[in-house]
């Protein structure tokens, strides 16, 4: 199965970069390379380094970017700052993050991302390590009720989690066809109705088989780190608890002083280190959305760093 995935708000991504043909630059996410090769199309004596740790991604991305200033990493994009250094680099000009699921990811039953088909329960991205299944058969009510509502947002994750734990006595649940029906017997008919009720589950569950949040706050220090004064970092959430710890993070790098107002002077010479390219998130226009459905809870957040 070709690896195949639409570049979310990819104009929008480009123009935010600013892109310098002689800059390095980073895609975090690369997976079908479709950002990749619109950076890498813009330098000349620049670099592109392209990361993804789906060995999948990395084939596709590779064959994508052969012939350009560029090199295709296996890697988490948390590990930013070790893969930047191993190739010779101290300093980047940019960096993208388009973060969730790819197309091809959903799309391919076999990795079990979809509740859509029915499949082994995985999940991984790098196909490695704790999958869906050890979750779902392995975790606690507890453990299980607390990422359902953390990560999934969940109103309904104690019915759901008190299901899984009571269905799984009998015999281990293996697909995404069984857990999606324990879901949907979990919560009201009215809810079943209203939209799809596995979807936040889904999600939660793939949030913490691949550690998505621990990675996005290390990555975002890690990256902005890195960049180059008047260097850019660009981010593509796609729901509500990304989107809300991208924009936190940004606001504490734009901080200036954090003296209590009572002082007359500011002691703690704290300066802001960078600033907001946009104040409020960039969404997909209504033609894109229109073209590709998936990219309807895009937000796009940039930030350029003044300082060190």
Partial sequence: MEFLHLPVLLDECIEGLAIKPSGIYVDGTAGGGGHSVEIAGRLDTGFLIAIDRDPDAVKAAGERLYGYNARVVE?????????VAELGYDRIDG??????????????RERGF???DDAPL???????GVSARDIVNGYSYEDLSRILFEYGEEKYAKSIASNIVKLRESEPIESTAELAEIIKMSVPQKARREKNPCRKTFQAIRIEVNNELGSLSEGLDSAFD?????????????????????KQRFASFC?????PPEFPVCVCGKKPRGKLINKKPIEPSEEEQRINPRSRSA???IIEKIRD
């Fill in 95 to 108: 960096m993208l993050l388009d973060l969730g699921v790819s197309s091809w990811q959903l799309d391919n």
């Fill in 75 to 83: 890697s988490n994009y948390s590990e930013v700052k070790r893969v």
């Fill in 299 to 301: 937000k796009l957040r």
């Fill in 255 to 259: 901080q200036g002083c954090t003296c």
């Fill in 226 to 246: 890195l960049l180059k004064t008047g260097g850019r970092l660009a981010v593509i959430t796609f729901h509500s608890l990304e989107d809300r710890l991208v």
């Fill in 114 to 116: 979809s509740y859509h």
């Fill in 122 to 128: 995985d999940m991984r991205m790098s196909r490695e």
